[in-house]
């Protein structure tokens, strides 16, 4: 892919295989636009058939145009073109407005997400980020005046750049993602407040300005700020001719010790990174998790076992804590060991997403069992954590295993537990 100023090309995709094209909510929600819209359905599945035979070509994505060339099964070439209207001055202003006010939108973009909450705000305000009926605009040399077979295959594989960057919805409704986080930026700088006139200044007390400078001298230096080491430190060796206090355990220690300097270093390294911010804390951990925490870095046996007794779990149980706590941290952890009941809204929304990822033919048969769903068939799972996100899960040997991390959207982690993320 390149990039330039307010136009994005993207090289072309290999040919589709298996499932629908749209894996995310809102790559299925751009092709609703195109299925609902075009008048012949036939040219529809000839637009299908050619993206998934990867017979489209780069993509160039600009402010309310795509562009690609797209070759026919007898080996003519189309310039194809989808049209969708930017958002006006004052759409954009009303969008950024709402987005700098919730953090969580600008973090889920980054991450290459697109919650359906940021939508919904986004709709509230005011703006349409995602076309509707009639929104997609077809322009091709062949003639057609209405959605042709190469039109369709553009905006099939526009579908697949959508689920991997949301941004280049954006980029089609007007601005780049540099323009977007830009103006972010400047908004959430709080404009500074009115000085006081001396006249408005209540009086202080307090040492004299005259005397604290004629003293500043005689002051030692502020302390530069210190520098990252390359590495954390190395732990002291307890390896000595003197036998160890009983209960005492010298393996135990310098791998605590070493834990230790492990996250000295990573709090170091985040609190000199530029623009750091100290947003709280984080949230602090009961023994157990703790106890799977340390055992994500443990490679001795022994220590795996006493922290498998300190965790309260047998040697098998912390193994798979383990495996959760690496894809997700205490998070993942509680997807792994809660079962909870949630709203009907929420799995109302996910029952809709799931059913149309896929084809007909393909689409899987679910079992609902509070907050997880079994694939009918399969050794296949998905968990729902109380954020809002649905995590994969395997069955190998008569346990549920995490299989990949947390997606907001259920059809990509599904995806992810069948591997074929």
């Known amino acids: 892919m390149r990039e330039h100023d307010a136009e994005r090309t993207f090289a072309a995709l290999p040919p589709a295989h298996g499932r629908g ?44 145009r795509i562009t690609a060339v797209v070759q026919d099964h007898d080996r003519t070439t189309h310039r194809a073109d989808v049209l969708l209207q930017e958002l006006s001055a004052e759409q954009w202003d009303r969008f950024l407005d709402m987005a700098v006010e919730r953090a969580g939108h600008i973090a889920a973009l980054l991450d290459r997400e697109m919650p359906p ?62 323009e977007v986080l830009d103006h972010l930026q400047v908004r959430s700088v709080s404009p500074g407040e009115e000085e006081p006139t001396p006249s408005e200044e209540a009086p202080q007390e307090g040492v004299d300005a005259a005397e604290a400078y004629a003293s500043g001298s005689i002051l030692p230096p502020l302390p530069s700020a210190p520098e990252l080491p390359a590495q954390p430190g190395s732990s002291p060796s307890l390896d000595t001719e ?19 300097a492990t996250e000295a270093h990573r709090l170091l390294a985040a609190a000199l990174a530029p623009g750091h911010e100290q947003e709280g804390v984080e949230e602090e951990l009961t023994l157990s998790q703790d106890a799977v925490r340390l055992a994500a870095d443990a490679s001795e046996a022994a220590i795996a076992a006493r922290l498998a007794e300190g965790a309260g779990r047998g040697q098998e149980e912390l193994e798979i804590a383990v ?24 799995l109302a929304r996910a029952r809709a997403a799931l059913e149309s990822a896929w084809d007909d033919d393909d689409r899987p ?57």
């Open 21 to 64: 094209f749209a894996q995310t909510w809102w790559g299925r929600a751009w092709l609703k636009a195109l299925e609902d819209a075009a008048l012949d359905s036939q040219q529809v599945k000839t637009g299908r058939r050619l993206a998934r035979a990867g017979g489209v070509g780069a993509v160039s994505v600009r402010p309310g």
């Open 117 to 178: 909450h940021l939508v919904e705000d986004a709709a509230d305000a005011g703006v349409e980020l995602l076309p509707g009926l009639g929104d997609l605009e077809p322009e091709c040399d062949c003639g057609a005046w209405d959605h042709c077979g190469h039109t369709a295959a553009l905006c099939y594989q526009m579908a697949r750049l959508l689920d991997q960057d949301p941004f280049v919805l954006l980029l089609m409704r007007g601005r780049s993602e540099r």
């Open 242 to 260: 003197t036998p160890p206090a009983p209960g005492v355990d010298p393996a135990a220690l310098t791998f605590l010790a070493s834990r230790a």
């Open 323 to 346: 495996r959760a706590w690496r894809y997700g941290g205490a998070a993942a952890l509680s997807v792994l060991e809660d079962e909870w009941l949630p709203e009907e809204e929420p």
């Open 365 to 421: 048969r679910l079992r609902a069992s509070h907050n997880r769903w079994t694939v009918i068939g399969t050794s296949t799972q998905l968990r729902l954590g109380r954020d809002g996100r649905w995590w994969p899960y395997r069955e190998e040997h008569g346990h549920w295993l995490p299989a990949g991390p947390a997606a907001h959207d259920p059809a990509t982690a599904l995806a992810s537990a069948d591997g074929e993320a």
